[in-house]
């Protein structure tokens, strides 16, 4: 079973940067596909960017393409989310997930979570 841990959240301005991180721990974790989700206060809980386990696959939302990219140290069994131009519409809680297998943007696909971390973007 993988185990997540994010860090990194806090509160920046508008136009400011964040860097997220997603400490992973247990069997193979670097075999996982990782996802970022974001959910906001009333919002569902939406896909925000995802690599594979190698890291030479990565995907994101249209809404975040541009601003965000999505790494990963197998090394160091750590996901990252490097956030640039933070806008307020980003303000959210931000969760890590694990799967095996192929990247998806999809909340179901993914049988792993952490427990989140709070970004707040203020104007």
């Known amino acids: 079973q993988v185990q997540l841990v994010e860090s990194g959240g806090g509160l920046v301005q508008a136009g400011g940067s964040l860097r997220l991180s997603c400490a992973a721990s247990?069997?193979?974790?670097?075999?996982?596909?990782m996802g970022w989700f974001r959910q906001a206060p009333g919002k569902e809980r939406e896909f925000v960017a995802a690599?594979?386990?190698?890291?030479?696959?990565?995907t994101y939302a249209d809404s975040v393409k541009g601003r965000f990219t999505i790494s990963r140290d197998n090394a160091k069994n750590t996901v990252y989310l490097q956030m640039i131009s933070l806008k307020t519409e980003d303000t959210a809680v931000y969760y890590c997930?694990?799967?095996?297998?192929?990247?998806?943007?999809?909340?179901?696909?993914?049988?792993?979570w952490g427990q989140g971390t709070q970004v707040t973007v203020s104007s």
């Open positions: 997930a694990a799967r095996q297998g192929l990247i998806y943007s999809v909340v179901r696909k993914y049988a792993y």
């Open positions: 247990g069997p193979s974790s670097d075999n996982y596909a």
């Open positions: 690599i594979s386990g190698s890291g030479s696959s990565t």
